[in-house]
């Protein structure tokens, strides 16, 4: 790191307000990271000054800590000064001009998911006046949550209009320091989605990141933050099938999840970010801090994932149920081709009393992928009656890959009930012969008996998303066997 | 020249290293019931997994022609859509995959490699009620993941079951009377008997003659040490009740 502590202590004297930072103009930061960097990045955003402090704490925390390697992934050493941490988007004559100029493969994989043509362009950054007709779409849906007072928007938007809502909520679930790629986001996000449920309101619609995919570029250091008032109750859907372009190596984003009492938050994904090639050759980072509390009594959040991209994936969607009787779920799918390496699983850390988690985790690994299920089970000293329960499967298709399961229970409560299955089973090739006897023919026997072993996971998802999820992983297991 | 349905010539076949057939020769007309019997290790399940086309089965020597054409350049699942089907002796679980849509995705499957229109999920349902009501089975078995937590009996009948709604040409039956009470033997074995017909041949491979009062075969043949040393009627079988298999072997 560039800046000694002296300096650094220095730097936290001065003021932030207005600019020391000179190139305000300029659309892109220079490669690294320092407190000149953030100041930038938090004027080009007119940030109120206690964010940029904020930013400035997180980074400065972040400077103490060491990059984790407790997971089971091999990770290339990451340069953190070579990265730039503020681009604004693309302008449109730097794009492709039409599908032409895109990568084929790209199209290929597009052609085989089944997206429709005209969604096609805006998903591989094509110069498109508008993606399809969102202007129309987004404006519909925003007058309808408008008059159910629903407030979604982006993050930055968030800040220049809610800033008490934000500064109320913000780093309440995820500390600022949390851990190493929270702060790191907490220093530099980009920008991302804030959602406000207000007391008492059902959300009238399935809200999606899908009615913001004009905002480019905010992939990277993303950061959402969604809260639940009172007996409210939200379904949010995050990504998208179709692998988006992105040409950031590294991902570190950050969900923040509120929900009081008697709130219900579902929380659904699905990653697809570039893998990597079949020789392991590029492919995103993605490291990923999700938590959410259940902060009031009877809430409930349930998290479902559907993780196939990323060349390597660090994500534990977790529940802290600190209400009573508040309950928090996880159901994932994870899958690992040619050389994807994926550390995933949730943290449930029961506070209040009668609380209840499930845990639901299905690990398919294929080629040499590597795939591991972590997860957390707490039972706090006063969380009388607190139940678990986790099932956890794994399925191995080919010789090469692995799968790897742990499990950690800390009961401080002598009344919990914790129960904890794992299973690892082999696509095995008496599975096949059988499905082919039958006349089904080998990628079609692979993708059904997959298949079969999400159902418990695809069933929680949104009946459109679970039509593509099944597709998706189809797509992403191509080639899996023989 | 015949018009066989099945004409197995001198078939050698190995597996894991070992020389299990070792010259069978065997020929089914469409509309026969064979019994093939044997003792343990004398090559009977080899024999179904060789004719389905199993990899781990490898044929060194010798012909297999079925309705005229090389059965051995033919894929495991060009085999199935060509009409044969095995009744495995273990069905194989599938978690999580409904056998409603495992069945229509065969069926389906097999139409489109003969050419016919797939049928859609109004159609197949009926077509697989009346396969149901025709084996006095009962419908939860739509609802249920493949082979998933079935007893024994009910795996067998599974197969049975797939068998009449695929409505193959030559069906082997792999030890279909292996672990099951006499309830579900007669259960299976009538089911076996609505099956046959005129343009369809049913080989049964069993190590017992018990199974063979209820499906009554043309042909019965003795397996030993990867050769038919003996073939006749269905009087076979009781001969080799009574007398054991030490009898043909020695014989």
Redesign the interface.
Request: hydrophobic content about 35%; overall charge negative.
């Given at each position: 790191m560039s800046t000694t502590d002296a300096e650094v202590r220095k730097l936290v004297g001065r003021t932030y307000e207005h600019g020391f930072v000179s190139d305000i103009e300029s659309d892109v930061a220079p490669p690294g990271l320092n407190e000149d960097v953030i100041a930038f990045i938090s004027a080009k955003k007119n940030e109120p000054s206690w964010l940029l402090e904020m930013r400035l704490e997180a980074y400065r925390h972040w400077l103490t800590m060491p990059q984790p390697d407790w997971a089971k992934l091999d990770i290339a050493p990451i340069d953190f000064q070579a990265i730039s941490y503020y681009s604004s988007p693309k302008s449109q004559k730097d794009r492709p001009k039409s599908l032409d100029e895109v990568d084929p493969k790209l199209l290929e994989t597009y052609e085989k998911l089944g997206i429709p043509l005209h969604e096609r362009a805006a998903l591989a950054g094509v110069a498109v006046d508008m993606v399809f007709d969102s202007v129309s779409v987004g404006t519909t849906f925003r007058e309808e949550l408008k008059k159910a007072g629903v407030i979604f928007c982006s993050f930055s938007e968030a800040v220049a209009e809610y800033p008490d809502l934000v500064r109320q909520y913000m780093c309440s679930v995820v500390p600022k320091g949390d851990n190493f790629f929270a702060a790191l986001n907490t220093a530099v996000f980009s920008d991302g989605s804030f959602v406000l449920i207000p007391k008492g309101v059902r959300c009238p619609m399935e809200l999606s990141t899908y009615f913001r995919i004009n905002e480019a570029n905010t992939g990277q250091f993303e950061r959402t933050l969604i809260v639940a008032e009172e007996g409210s109750h939200v379904s949010y859907l995050e990504g998208c099938t179709a692998p988006m372009r992105d040409e950031n190596q590294l991902h570190a984003a950050v969900v923040e999840l509120v929900a009081l009492e008697k709130a219900q938050i579902k929380y659904s994904t699905v990653q697809n970010w570039y893998p990597g090639d079949e020789n392991g050759q590029g492919g995103i980072y993605n490291f990923v801090t999700k938590r959410g509390d259940c902060r009031g009594d009877d809430s409930k959040i349930s998290w479902t994932q559907v993780e196939t991209g990323s060349a390597i994936t660090w994500k534990y969607p977790s529940c802290v149920l600190r209400g009573d009787r508040s309950s928090g779920e996880f159901y994932s799918v994870a899958l690992t081709h040619n050389y994807q390496q994926a550390d995933t699983g949730t943290k449930m850390i029961h506070l209040g009393k009668d609380t209840k988690s499930n845990i639901v985790s299905k690990g398919i690994s294929a080629g040499r992928g590597q795939n591991s299920y972590r997860g957390l089970v707490k039972v706090g000293r006063d969380a009388e009656n607190a139940r678990n329960f986790a099932q956890c499967d794994s399925l191995l298709i080919g010789p090469d890959c692995g799968a790897h399961t742990f499990p950690y229970i800390e009961s401080k409560n002598p009344t919990a009930r914790i129960e904890h299955e794992a299973t690892t089973s082999k696509i095995?090739?008496?599975?096949l012969?059988?499905?082919?006897?039958?006349?089904?023919?080998?990628e079609?026997a692979v993708s059904?008996?997959v298949?079969?072993?999400?159902?418990?996971v695809f069933r929680e998802l949104p009946m459109e998303f679970a039509v593509e999820a099944k597709k998706l992983l189809e797509v992403s297991l191509e080639g899996a066997v023989g | 020249m015949s018009n066989a349905l099945l004409k197995v010539k001198n078939l050698h076949a190995r597996a894991d290293g070992k020389d299990i057939l070792k010259g069978l020769d065997i020929e089914v007309q469409p509309g026969e019931v064979h019994a093939i019997m044997g003792p343990n290790g004398s090559g009977k399940s080899t024999f179904g997994n060789v004719i389905?086309?199993?990899?781990?089965f490898e044929v060194t020597e010798g012909q297999i022609e079925y309705l005229g054409k090389d059965l051995l350049e033919l894929?495991?699942?060009e085999?199935?859509?060509e009409g044969i089907?095995?009744a495995?002796q273990y069905?194989?679980e599938?978690?999580?995959?409904?056998n409603t849509?495992?069945?229509k995705?065969?069926?389906n499957?097999?139409r489109r490699?003969r050419g016919e229109p797939e049928l859609d999920s109004m159609e197949f349902l009926k077509l697989v009620k009346r396969k149901l009501s025709v084996l006095h089975l009962k419908d939860d078995l739509l609802k249920r993941?493949?082979n998933e937590g079935f007893s024994g009996g009910e795996k067998k009948r599974n197969e049975i079951f797939?068998m009449a709604v695929?409505e193959p040409k030559l069906a082997i039956l792999d030890e279909t009377d292996s672990g099951l009470d006499i309830d579900s033997l007669k259960a299976v074995a009538d089911g076996v008997n609505r099956l046959r017909s005129e343009d369809r041949a049913i080989v049964v491979v069993t190590h017992y003659q018990r199974l063979l009062e209820y499906i009554v075969p043309d042909r019965v043949h003795v397996l030993a040490d990867g050769k038919i040393v003996r073939s006749g009627g269905k009087e076979l079988a009781l001969q080799l009740e009574e007398q054991g298999y030490g009898w043909v072997q020695s014989a």
């Open positions: 095995g090739e008496d599975q012969f059988y499905c082919q006897q039958r006349g089904i023919g080998e079609d059904m008996i298949d079969g072993f999400c159902r418990d | 389905a086309g199993r990899e781990s894929s495991t699942e085999r199935a859509c089907f095995l495995f069905p194989v599938i978690p999580g995959v409904n849509y495992f069945l995705t065969a069926l499957s097999i490699y993941a493949v797939q695929l």
